[in-house]
C-alpha cells in the first residue's frame, strides 16, 4: 500500500494576506493589454517594460532640516580671514590673480600702498566686478564702496605741488595737474607721452604743465616717478594752500584753521560730570604738546533752560561774572532770551587755543570747574537755541560742534513733545520721521555753511532720536548713543569716542 502524505507540505513561503475587507478595491474594470488588437497579442508580443525611473534624484525622504553647519557663518568668515593673514602680515595694493584683501575686521594686517589706495581708505562692497554692461543689468547686483579719508594705518604723504625749476615763472599756483575732461587728479596710473599725459578714467589728453615736465625713459615713465609721491602712491594729502580759490569749495573762502565749539546739557549731572573728563582727557590726556593744531580754536557753551557763553577775552564788562577772579578764567554770560538768541560779544572773545600758554591752563581749570557750579539736575533744555547759537558764531569760517545732550530738547526753539505719540500700527512709520521741520531745516543750513554738528545722548528718559538724529545725518558728523548713561559703563567708551571724532585718531 503506498505511503500517502497526510497533508500536501505547504509550498508557498509568502501567503498572501487575506484582504482586509474594510478596504474597498477599486473595482473599475482595467483595461485589457490586447484591447487594441482584436485578435490579441501577435506571436512576437512580448512584455514592454516600463522606462528606468533613474532621471534625477530619487525619493530622499522628507525634506530635512536645515544643517547649521551648512549656513554661512559671518563668525566663521572672519575668524577664518585672521588666521589667513595672521602669518603674513603684508598685503601690498598692485592687483593679483585671485588676490583677495583682508576683511575690514582683520586689523592685524600691515598695508602696503603701490600705487592703489589701501582697503582702510577704500574698500568696495565686492570683489567681483560684471565685465559687460549687459551681465551688470541682467544680475541687479549693488556695487558700492566704503571710503574712509581720516582712516589710521598707512602714513599718508603730504604733497605740496611747488615749482622745482627755479627759473619758472608761474609755479604751484595751479594746484596738481588735472585732467581736462573730467578734472581727475594726476595719478600713477595716468601715462605720459612727450607733451601730454593721458588720464586713466577717460583716456582725454592733457598738456603737461612746463613746470610739472620730466624726461621719460624707454617705458614711457617719468624719471622722477619713484620720487613723486603722487605718482607712485594711490592715497596722499593735497596740500593746497597756495592753490587758489578752484579749491575753496561750495563757500568760496580761505581755508582757516578749525573752531569747534563743545556744547554741555548742565540738565544732567551724572552725563555733564562724564562729558568734561572726556573732553579735559580727549584735550590733555597723553602726549599734548605736540599736535600740530595750526591755531585751531575751541569754544565752551553750557545750556538747560537758557544757554550760557563763556567769555575769553578779557573784559570789564559789569554784567559777566569771573569765575575764579583770576585774569585767565572766562567769564560767564549768560543768553537768556532763547527765542532769538544773539551774541552780545565779538566772536572772537569765545574762542581760545587750548594749547597756548595761557589757554591750556584755562581750558583745564574751566571744564574741572563746571561740575561743581551745575551740581543738581536741571528742567528744561534749550538744545534748538544752542544750536541757533553755534552757528551763528561759525556761520562765516564753518567749524565742528560737539553737542552733549542729556534731555529731551523741551523749550525754546526746536522744543518737542516730552512723550512719543502713541500711533496705531499703520502708521508706525511716521515715529522715525522728525517731528519738527526746525532741525532738518537747520541741518540744511550747517551743512551749506560747512558746519558739522556731532551727538551724544546720554539720556535717561525717552528722547526724540528721529528729530535731533538729523543733525548729524545731514551735516557729517556722528551720533552716539548711550541710553540710561551709566558713569563707570559709559564714561570710558564715550571718552574713546570723543578722541575719535575730534581728534580723528583711533584711541580705542
Ligand atoms: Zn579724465
Redesign the pocket.
Known sequence: MPYKYPHPPNLNPHPEPRPDPNIRLNTRPRPRLNALSPTGPGPGFTHIPQPPHSAGLGLQGLRPRIDPSQVPSAVESVEGDREHWGGRGVYTTLPEVGKKPPLASTSEVEFVDQGNSTPNYIRLTTWSFPSTSKLANECGMPLGAIVQPFSDGVDVPGVRFEDSNSYSSHASSSGPPR?S??R?YINPWCTFTHLKFK?N??E?ETDVPEWYASPLDGQGVRLDAGRREELCRGTIDLILDQAGEEYWGATSRPPKPQRCIFAFDVSAPTFFYAACVALINTLYGDGDGDRGWNGSELAIITYDSTVHLWVWAPDQDTYTTNAHGNANAPRLLVMPDIDEPFIPVPTDALFIDPYSTSGREAVRALLESLPQRFPSPHTGTALGSLLTTAQSMLHDRGGHVVVFLGAIPSVGLGALPARPVNESEDKEKLAYRPRTPFYPNLASECAEQGIGVSLFLGNDEWIDVASVGTLPTLTGGSLFFHPRFNLARDGPVMESQLKEDYLRRDHV
Open positions: 585732467c575732461r573730467c581727475a588720464c578714467l577717460c582725454a
